[in-house]
């Protein structure tokens, strides 16, 4: 019987692929210029730009109002259903607990979703593009999801939740079911609004948010600070990072990487990157750069 090595699968996959340089945190990878080109100037056509500190693209428009606000009204929707169904049939501990298994299952659907936007696709792939693309993004400048106004953060979750909630609220009618929809699909949409605390300097945040990352109710800085050291390859549940160590000690996101590899050959990231596009930019650096 053939035992697979016991190592980290881009080692395995060194010996079939030619080798790629994979760089750390601390070793910061050359930057591609011209050859003529000032050291302090990012040739625009090779490298992406972080985007700068008023960036329009940091802003929330009346988009991301609308489908942030449709977000919320459906999730209140599915929450006031669950009440007025568990009023009329005097049933309360069940969707108690259905609302604390949402919330407890949304942090695992944040770090499954978070896993493959952040090792499978690209910009170009339908429907999750722009989510991965700017995941991608977020890697190279984490602390721009702090610039980020607050519909802007959400809005893409809320459209997905508006999408997928509705079409529940009509159908459904009872309670513990609504409870979890409401209480799951709450956390993965306010998902965004926690890893942007995870990122938030701790005198800058809200004192309750603060003590709840401390109560790990939400995902601590410290764990997701993990998140985007070397290997890269660990802590993607956002909501409240409580199944973040079960997934990495059980090897969890590994053993599906190389799952989807012998079955269909393709390579999540986290394999032979970082590279440019991975490795954070210290936030003067970049924005030096851009001065
Ligand atoms: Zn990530
Ligand atoms: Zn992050």
Known sequence: MAILPQR?????????????????????????RRPHSSPL?????????????????????????????SGCTTVLISLSKSV??????????????AALLGYVLADL???????????????????????IDAFQGHHRWPWTITRRQFANNLHALARAVAFTVTPINLACGDATALAFVAACSGCIMFSQQSHAWAHTTRSKLPPLVAALQDGGVLVSRSQHAAHHRAPYN??????????NEVLDASKFFEIMEMVIFFKFGVRPRSW???????VEEAEAEATSLLS
């Open 41 to 69: 100037t990012l040739d625009p056509a090779a490298t992406p730009r972080p985007p700068l500190p008023n960036d329009p693209t940091l802003r929330s428009n009346w988009s991301h109002r609308a489908w942030l606000a």
């Open 272 to 278: 032979t990157e970082p590279n440019t596009g991975w």
């Open 84 to 97: 007025d169904a568990a009023a009329a049939s005097h049933t309360y501990l069940e969707p108690i607990l």
């Open 234 to 243: 660990n802590n993607y549940c956002i909501v409240s990072g409580a199944w």
């Open 109 to 131: 659907a944040s770090g499954v979703y978070h896993w493959g936007i952040d090792n499978y696709g690209g910009a170009e792939t339908p429907v999750f593009g722009a989510q």
């Open 8 to 32: 980290h699968p881009s080692r395995i996959l060194n010996q079939i692929a030619p080798p790629t340089r994979i760089h750390t945190s601390t070793t910061a990878p050359p930057r591609p």
